[in-house]
């Protein structure tokens, strides 16, 4: 993985297959394709996208945060692509949360997992953050290979009343110390909902 740049929001990454970089006008379509399709979204916290003038405020949502000083918002492109097929985005403080999606024509090639790889080895050299957490659905087990690929560790589940949806789903919680504390566990989830506990997986 190299780092293709030095700005801290959003610096572009380049791995063997991908592009990471921000999102950009022209983007809309992609992310609408992206954002609409059910199977894609089934287990992540949004209704699936229904018309384009979403994606189009999505993307002016993504254009307002890179104003910020810090933060990460990728879009994933393939060499040779410039429309992205998926994202990678990196909550903006604790609990670092991880979180990633990818087209279905990309699903089990190791893309995303790759993607999330180069954006955790910038900030393990940047010392950007302490940790990461990531946390899937327990009905999506594919997610949570992607982070065990990344070399996370599970450390309990919850249940939560998801929003907007509005049903309880199981999460399972995923943990990668990148400044050498083993014993660091984000517990900001397990003390927030009564129903909590430890899985043998």
């Not at 030095?6 to 990471?20: C, F, G, M, Y």
């Not at 990196?90 to 990633?100: K, M, R, T």
Request: aromatic residues 14%; glycine residues 8%; hydrophobic residues 35%.
């Amino acid at each position: 993985m190299r780092n293709c740049s030095t700005v801290e929001n959003t610096p572009a990454l380049e791995t063997d297959r991908l592009i990471l970089r921000r999102f950009a006008p022209g983007d809309e379509d992609a992310l609408f394709a992206l954002m609409s399709d059910r199977e894609v979204n089934t287990f992540l916290p949004w209704f699936p996208l229904v018309e384009r003038a979403e994606a189009e405020r999505l993307l002016g949502e993504y254009l307002e945060f890179y104003h910020k000083p810090w933060g990460y918002r990728y879009a994933v492109c393939r060499k040779g692509h410039e429309q992205p097929v998926g994202y990678v985005h990196l909550g903006e403080g604790e609990p670092y949360d991880l979180g990633y999606a990818i087209a279905r024509e990309h699903w089990g090639n190791g893309m995303i997992a790759e993607a999330c790889q180069a954006v955790v080895e910038h900030l393990r050299q940047r010392g950007s953050v302490p940790y990461l957490t990531a946390t899937h659905d327990r009905e999506n087990p594919a997610s949570g290979r992607v982070m065990q690929k990344l070399g996370m560790a599970y450390c309990y589940s919850y249940q939560e009343q998801w929003q907007p949806k509005g049903f309880p789903v199981v999460f399972r919680l995923y943990q990668l110390n990148l400044d050498g504390r083993s014993d660091r566990v984000y517990r900001g989830y397990w003390e927030r909902h009564p129903m909590h506990f430890k899985e043998e997986l």
